[in-house]
């Protein structure tokens, strides 16, 4: 019997605005010609809340953070920067956009869409990195893929 790994599993830790603001990001990537995958274990054993590849091959990663609190209590998003060609945060609008770092590009949204209010700066990243993170998230997107189609027993 196989045991699916649990970083397939999304774990369900979400509150309601976060889980709302994921479906309407990976909406407004999926209308920018992005894949997205939610909940996706990295390297470092960090987890990005979304990570999305372009037709380009542009790695993005979005930080979701569902209220005042919730971003107060992360002191790590600089950690998901080597990891990815851009990074944002995605907050809902009852949030006030400004105390989010001028550093990272910025992203509004509710359950039914969203919309970017400012980019974040571009890093390319290395070759090598690029492939590892690109690897992972296709092999990350089959075995979710196949979960659905054949579950485990």
């Known amino acids: 019997m196989t045991q699916v790994p649990p970083e ?8 309601e605005t976060a889980a709302a603001l994921q479906r309407g ?9 992005m894949a997205a995958l939610h909940e ?7 987890r990005a ?7 380009q091959g542009e ?14 209590a992360d002191g790590k998003w600089q950690d998901y920067l080597d990891y990815c060609d851009r990074f944002f945060f995605a907050i809902p609008e ?21 919309e970017v209010l400012r980019d974040g700066c571009a890093q390319r990243l290395h070759a090598t990195r690029r492939k590892m993170v690109l690897v992972d998230f296709a092999r990350l997107a089959a075995f979710r893929l196949h979960t659905l189609y054949d579950p485990p027993v």
Not at 40 to 46: D, I, K, P
Not at 94 to 101: A, G, T, V
């Open 59 to 72: 790695i993005t990663i979005i930080e979701i953070k569902s209220s005042l609190a919730d971003f107060r």
């Open 8 to 15: 397939i599993r999304p774990d369900g830790r979400q509150s």
């Open 40 to 46: 996706v274990t990295l390297a470092s054993g960090r």
């Open 94 to 114: 009852s949030l006030d956009p400004d105390i989010m770092p001028v550093a990272a590009g910025l992203i509004v949204g509710d359950r039914f869409g969203a």
């Open 25 to 33: 990001v990976a909406r407004l990537l999926r209308d920018r010609g």
């Open 49 to 55: 809340d979304i990570m999305a590849v372009s037709p």
